[in-house]
């Protein structure tokens, strides 16, 4: 099984495969190695003859095994990328399996064939995942975990020459999560909207992101650790009237995350800065605030509380009964806030 970045250093050393399979939940990594191939194999003047870019759900296994057999016109290879690779309808099928799995024996050397397969990963039990394995160069594309957030942008904005505050990078992971795809796109823009030299600051990622410096889940979960309801309470109002960018379910996820960062806390015994950051998944810059809440809220409440949080998400999605229907998300998060915090 291979790994994006060695995919990258072996494109990068003209070392190709003839067949490459991506597959996974995050898009980001897929996405990046078919816009390399796609950009940087062939020349531009061989393209029109020798690149081809299908779509999972206007071929079949056999158009793309008889594009694949063909020979480069005027040059010494031919790319063949298959987006979507995962609507290819009679890649579920046997026969088309079958047709993948021979030619997979022999495939032309001039011929270098990628699968998109986006969004979820390809059954590890099957026939098929099995001579992947053994014959392509494939990669499967994991969601990272939200503890890894910020130390992929701390490297992807090491890969851009940038700096960021460390609370710009906090805004950036909490409101915006595991979205790796979403997060690049946002520091490219911002990297376009700085002064070249300059450190991405609150300021800057609420100009051009558009994160409220003063009202977000950042300072949410500021507020809470502090104990300041009223700043609570305003950030909640803020976020019931831009739903748009405040979506309800991803606050009540961060809320969770939140809770079940101090409920680790409370469980070890580890007291040094460093190493309980990186066992909760935040900088050590803001370890103290996760301390000062463990200490405001006690095990038995941090489990109240993410009970709360739970039972809020169930009436949310109607499992559970709820008395306000007009204006839920907005009722919801306040009785939420005001709980939790008494």
Not at 155 to 169: A, E, H, P, V
Request: aromatic share 10%; hydrophobic share 40%.
């Amino acid at each position: 099984m291979a790994e994006y970045m060695e995919i990258i250093k072996d494109f990068k050393a003209k070392k190709y495969a003839p067949v490459y399979f991506l597959h996974g939940e995050e898009s980001f990594f897929i996405n990046n190695i078919v816009t390399l191939f796609e950009n940087e194999l062939l020349d531009e003047s061989q393209k029109s003859f020798n690149q081809y870019i299908l779509y999972g759900k206007e071929v079949d296994i056999n158009q793309i095994i008889s594009t694949a057999r063909k020979f480069p016109m005027m040059g010494d290879q031919q790319l063949i990328v298959v987006k979507e690779a995962q609507e290819i309808k009679d890649l579920k099928k046997s026969e088309g399996i079958e047709v993948l799995i021979h030619y997979l024996k022999t495939p032309v050397p001039s011929t270098i064939l990628v699968f998109a397969y986006q969004h979820k990963s390809l059954d590890k039990r099957s026939k098929l995942s099995k001579v992947l394995t053994k014959t392509t160069v494939m990669m499967e594309a994991k969601k990272m975990y939200d503890n890894q957030i910020g130390s992929w942008i701390q490297n992807y904005l090491d890969t851009k020459s940038l700096k960021m505050s460390k609370k710009g990078i906090m805004m950036l992971s909490e409101n915006i999560g595991n979205n790796l795809q979403r997060l690049s796109t946002e520091i490219d823009k911002l990297a376009l909207n700085i002064t070249k030299g300059d450190e991405i600051n609150e300021q800057h990622i609420q100009n051009y992101v558009g994160i409220n410096r003063d009202y977000n889940i950042f300072e949410l979960q500021k507020a809470l650790s502090f104990g300041d309801f009223s700043k609570a309470f305003k950030i909640i109002e803020y976020f019931t009237l831009n739903l748009s960018k405040n979506p309800f379910v991803l606050t009540i996820n961060q809320l969770f995350a939140y809770f079940n960062k101090i409920l680790i806390i409370h469980q070890s015994s580890i007291k040094e800065n460093h190493q309980l950051a990186s066992l909760i998944g935040v900088n050590p810059f803001f370890v103290g605030e996760y301390l000062n809440a463990s200490k405001r809220y006690s095990l038995p409440i941090v489990l109240r509380n993410i009970a709360l949080v739970h039972d809020t998400d169930l009436k949310f999605k109607g499992i559970k009964p709820f008395a306000s229907p007009k204006g839920k998300e907005s009722a919801l998060l306040k009785e939420l806030i005001f709980k939790l915090m008494h």
